[in-house]
């Protein structure tokens, strides 16, 4: 499913100079099937009552999809994977530690993907979960 050639590294360093980067944004394991990433808790993530701000919850889940659906491109020279659609429920509020995502496939069309992101405490509590469409154009 997800292209073998691009690794964690290749995908990290993606992010250096853009807000995956400046927000921490990890990417930690590429699976059959998913890819899952990290984001710390920080001043840069929190809002101003001191627990992660969901604007952050929701770039970390958009990264996370994006990045997988690049992974599936057939021509990535050619194609690009961008976001088209996202929500996000934010279920419980995080002030310290990391944040980790989860991103899975619900549809992989030829023009469309949609995926499912649980992002989860270090405990494994749900902190949000997202779904994202992505058009490839």
Do not use: Y
């Not at 809002?47 to 969901?54: E, N």
């Not at 023009?111 to 270090?122: F, L, Y």
């Amino acid at each position: 499913m997800f292209n073998k050639s691009i690794s964690l590294q290749n995908l990290n360093d993606f992010g250096v100079n853009n807000m995956a980067g400046f927000l921490g944004i990890e990417f930690t394991e590429i699976g059959d099937g998913f890819l899952r990433g990290k984001m710390p808790v920080t001043d840069k993530t929190r809002q101003p009552f001191g627990i992660l701000h969901g604007g952050a919850s929701v770039v970390f889940a958009e990264t996370l999809g994006s990045v997988a659906s690049f992974l599936c491109l057939e021509n990535p020279e050619k194609q690009k994977a961008v976001g088209l659609e996202i929500n996000a429920n934010h279920i419980r509020p995080i002030s310290e530690g990391w944040v980790f995502g989860i991103v899975k496939p619900v549809h992989l069309g030829k023009k469309t993907h949609i995926w499912e992101i649980k992002i989860v405490d270090s405990n494994d509590k749900p902190v949000c979960v997202s779904r994202i469409t992505i058009m490839v154009i």
